[in-house]
């Protein structure tokens, strides 16, 4: 797995150096181009998940919280 | 920042100090011998302009089963996991000047048979819940390339509160090509404690502590990709306090859960946008823990634009996880640590959805855009539990 993610990181790095002009980033406007998807979307179905599994917290959103029952 | 900050102090001082002899000397305020304008002072901070409102209403109806409900056919047969949660929310985006975004998210639970799961069986204390929540995101832009973000909230249940702040820090490279991202978060849970027969014996409580940090990458014009690494360690009582645990005794015993609990997850997302205008999302999150349980989560997620106002969107996602070391279906009455709750068994889960939005653009007047959007989701779980999920969103841009 550790070396999974070094080759991962390492090729966000690289790419890293070849910039994307501004004039050639009109796709990422699209809101189906969004990665975290519409706020309200994504945080119902992350309370879902994090109130109906074990496996919440550690990515940046509260583990606990909200509930009582994690 | 440095220098508006001074700018302030000085006009303040300079405004403060005459008014302060005036009053000590009975005498009517002198103007400032100093005056600034509000851009100097306040510089780009400017007015309240609403960017967007948005409304979403769902709906859970959930079925199963599980071992830390009582009232199965025996005192150890798993009891009914049956609720009904309608949830309301609101999001509100607006700026405030060219610097600084405010984000305030509400959402609203209404919850029938809350913890059917638990000691409604033998109490009503929570068969009926309404909770609320607000949580409050303010952004600052630094410089070009830097955002600092500060965000508070806090939530209100009958027998539950809740708080949380955090900070966080973004900084963007090679021309926005790449954004490294850390963020803090502190929540701190405060509830009644119960036993399993419904009695209540005061108040506990307990804290998460969360630090993560994120990479978000341009690899293509038509690539984005994410990696985000966090940690949450929480302390207290870590359980609901009335989870039951059945026993090789054929009778029920609590939940004995330990006080701490370290939490990693590793996530990679992938946004790919598809010559058929359409775009593809991929999702992995691995994810660890010092109680013993490993979970894996993949989803992915294919929109397509049938017209320029309407797309489409699938999605499957699973979640494989294995279960704490203590969990068992049956424990032994003098076992240290024991858990029978079935979120914590091993276990895979599958959810299917759908969605159709609109945007529409708006040319008279008001909203210059509005966004529909009707959505439905299947999860159900190889431990018994399934939940039908109907989600309806209306919103306005300005």
Redesign the interface.
């Known amino acids: 797995?550790r070396a999974r993610?070094a080759a991962?990181?390492a090729f966000?790095l690289v790419?890293?150096?070849a910039?994307?002009?501004?004039n050639?980033?009109a796709?990422?406007a699209?809101?189906?181009?969004?990665?975290?998807g519409?706020?309200?979307?994504a945080?119902?179905?992350q309370?879902?998940?994090d109130?109906?599994?074990?496996?919440?917290?550690?990515?940046?959103?509260?583990?606990?919280?909200?509930?009582?029952?994690? | 920042v440095t220098h508006r900050i001074v700018a302030l102090a000085a006009a303040l001082a300079v405004a403060a100090a005459p008014a302060t002899t005036a009053r000590a000397e009975g005498e009517a305020p002198a103007p400032p011998a100093l005056s600034l304008g509000e851009a100097d002072i306040l510089g780009s901070i400017g007015a309240f302009h609403v960017e967007s409102v948005t409304t979403r209403v769902t709906s859970f109806d959930q079925f199963g089963h599980g071992y830390q409900a009582q009232g199965g056919r025996t005192a150890v047969d798993p009891g009914s996991e049956r609720a009904t949660i309608f949830e309301p929310q609101l999001e509100v985006d607006a700026t405030q000047g060219s610097r600084i975004k405010h984000r305030v998210l509400v959402p609203i639970d209404v919850v029938t048979n809350a913890s059917a799961d638990a000691i409604d069986l033998v109490t009503s204390a929570s068969r009926h819940v309404e909770s609320g929540a607000i949580d409050w995101t303010t952004t600052y832009k630094l410089d070009a390339a830097s955002e600092a973000t500060v965000a508070a909230g806090l939530h209100l249940e009958n027998p539950f509160r809740s708080w949380h702040g955090g900070l966080g820090i973004s900084h963007a490279f090679a021309d926005g090509d790449t954004v490294l991202s850390a963020t803090f978060l502190e929540a701190f849970d405060w509830f009644d404690r119960f036993d399993i027969h419904g009695g209540r014996h005061g108040r506990t409580d307990r804290s998460s502590t969360t630090g993560s940090v994120g990479l978000t990458q341009i690899v293509t014009p038509t690539t984005l990709v994410n990696l985000n690494y966090g940690v949450t360690i929480q302390r207290g009582e870590l359980g609901n306090t009335w989870n039951s645990v059945p026993l090789t005794t054929f009778d029920r015993g609590p939940e004995d859960l330990p006080g701490e609990r370290v939490r990693h997850a590793l996530v990679g997302r992938l946004a790919q946008f598809l010559p058929w205008n359409g775009a593809l999302h991929l999702y992995y999150r691995l994810y660890a823990d010092d109680w013993g349980l490993v979970a894996h989560t993949g989803e992915i997620e294919l929109l397509q634009r049938l017209a320029p106002i309407v797309y489409i969107g699938a999605v499957y996602r699973l979640h494989t996880q294995t279960g704490v070391d203590f969990f068992s279906v049956r424990a032994d009455p003098g076992a240290a640590r024991r858990t029978a709750d079935s979120d914590l068994a091993p276990f895979e889960a599958h959810t299917l959805g759908g969605r159709i939005a609109f945007d529409v653009s708006m040319t008279s007047g008001g909203p210059r855009a509005l966004h529909l959007e009707v959505g439905y989701d299947r999860y159900f779980r190889t431990n018994d539990l399934q939940i039908n999920v109907v989600t309806c969103a209306t919103g306005f841009r300005f």
Do not use: I, N, W
Request: aromatic residues 4%.
């Open positions: 797995v993610v991962l990181l966000a790419a890293g150096c910039t994307v002009p501004q050639r980033r796709h990422f699209d809101p189906m181009m969004s990665l975290t519409e706020p309200l979307d945080a119902r179905r309370k879902l998940y109130t109906r599994e074990g496996a919440a917290g550690g990515d940046g959103a509260p583990a606990g919280g909200g509930c009582g029952c994690q």
